[in-house]
């Protein structure tokens, strides 16, 4: 077993700014690959749209992002990842995505201590989002499904201010 904790959710519902804070906090961090594959590609001058055109392709890339990163961490080191592996199964099924061979491996050796699922707060649009609220409610219910699934223990995050969360995720670690 690793020393890794998942912070998931549906689209806004406070993963970025939970896992800043507790990089902030000194915690070792991961941050959303999907986000960073955004970042990566608006940068090259690609909209949003042309960058999730193709959803299967883009799912694809974030999870070989993900597979890659694992693979040269420590699984002694208390890691906070920002979505894990099985976050991209939730996506194949919102997006109706036929479930690869690459993924299936991927899910077999996915592992992680536990699962912080957060619940929709408040819906807020940004430049990397591409879904609604209601979206985002059907993705946090995918997301639940797809951990609990996988036999993972996953704990529900509370509303709450940030800092609660926070000091919420930090008591429920060992």
Not at 20 to 29: A, I, P, T
Not at 56 to 69: A, D, N, P, R, Y
Not at 109 to 117: D, G
Request: glycine share 6%.
């Amino acid at each position: 077993m690793n020393n890794w904790y998942v912070i998931t959710g549906g689209p806004s519902s406070g993963k970025t700014t939970l896992i800043k804070l507790l990089g902030g906090k000194g915690y070792r961090v991961i941050h959303e690959q999907a986000r960073e594959l955004i970042d990566q590609e608006l940068y090259k001058g690609k909209t949003l749209g042309q960058i999730r055109r193709d959803e299967g392709k883009f799912q694809k890339k974030v999870l070989e992002m993900k597979i890659t990163l694992e693979k040269k961490l420590s699984k002694e080191e208390l890691i906070f990842f920002d979505r894990g592996i099985p976050d991209t199964l939730a996506y194949c099924w919102f997006h109706k995505i036929p479930v690869d061979k690459l993924l299936k491996k991927a899910l077999k050796k996915s592992s992680y201590k536990k699962v912080f699922l957060l619940e929709l707060i408040k819906y807020y649009e940004d430049y990397a989002r591409n879904e609604s609220a209601e979206e985002s409610r059907e993705i946090e219910k995918l997301l639940e499904k797809t951990y609990r699934g996988l036999n993972m223990s996953v704990i529900k995050v509370p509303e709450g201010t940030i800092k609660e969360r926070v000091k919420f995720i930090l008591k429920n670690i060992n």
